[in-house]
């Protein structure tokens, strides 16, 4: 986590540090109300990644219309 070439890819690279460090960082959000983590957060780009990988993952296989329904009307 700490040399900035996180990969997350790879959830099982995660070592004790990282994860105490999310869990710190999951309590303060879920204590502010933060749905995706403090903004700039580890915990918020993690969270991003995730919704952008879905995402992308939904657009593949046709199931990411949405957008697409609601602009044309």
Do not use: V
Not at 23 to 47: D, T, V, Y
């Amino acid at each position: 986590m700490k040399d900035g070439s996180t990969d997350f890819d790879n959830y099982d690279e995660a070592d004790e540090e990282t994860q105490k460090h999310l869990q710190k960082e999951f309590a303060e959000a879920e204590k502010n109300g933060w749905a995706q983590g403090k903004p700039g957060s580890f915990l918020n780009r993690l969270i991003a990644h995730g919704n952008k990988k879905t995402e992308e993952e939904l657009r593949r296989s046709g199931g990411g219309n949405s957008e697409s329904s609601t602009s044309s009307s």
